[in-house]
């Protein structure tokens, strides 16, 4: 018996699942962006991830992997292949997709998102960011102790003042 990561079965059988993965990658590259429920979108971004790695090898092989996971679109795998060529996702090390929240399908309250491929630059983190962090604020740790309790000192005698009165007018 294999021992493997098995995927999810998306509600139908393990046939339908395949055909139903494979055509939202399909549609994710042809178009860019689809909107899908959120568990559909969360179980093919490993696919999509892959074959993006694949044409950024670009050799024979994993042109022919390509295919064969998309199902004989060679069409569709030169496109992908091209785009990849020309430094789409070049400086990208994995995260080629991005999944945005919209809420709840109208019917049938699924979580509904749209799913798109990142075509921005990755934005390289800067070193004056962390030196800034590094430095902690200094706060004057007196002070505010003081004002601290002359706001609880004049609390407590606004307190006071009051049930003071009350007995002063049950005494007369």
Request: glycine share 6%.
């Amino acid at each position: 018996m294999r021992h493997y990561k098995k995927g999810r079965k998306l509600g139908t059988d393990a046939s339908h699942t395949k055909a139903m993965k494979r055509s939202l990658v399909k549609s994710l590259f042809l178009n860019d962006r689809i909107k899908t429920i959120e568990s559909r979108a969360k179980e093919i971004r490993p696919d999509v991830d892959k074959i993006i790695t694949w044409a950024k090898k670009g050799d024979l092989h994993s042109r022919r992997l390509a295919i064969a996971a998309l199902g004989n679109d060679k069409e569709l795998v030169r496109e992908i292949f091209e785009k990849v060529a020309q430094g789409m996702f070049a400086d990208r090390q994995g995260g080629y997709t991005r999944i945005m929240k919209l809420g709840p399908r109208k019917g049938d309250n699924a979580p509904m998102v749209i799913m798109e491929l990142v075509t921005e630059p990755v934005q390289k983190k800067t070193a004056e960011a962390p030196a800034e962090k590094a430095e902690p604020k200094k706060i004057e740790a007196p002070a505010e102790e003081a004002k601290a309790e002359e706001v609880v000192e004049e609390a407590a005698e606004a307190t006071e003042a009051p049930a003071e009165e009350a007995e002063e007018k049950k005494a007369e």
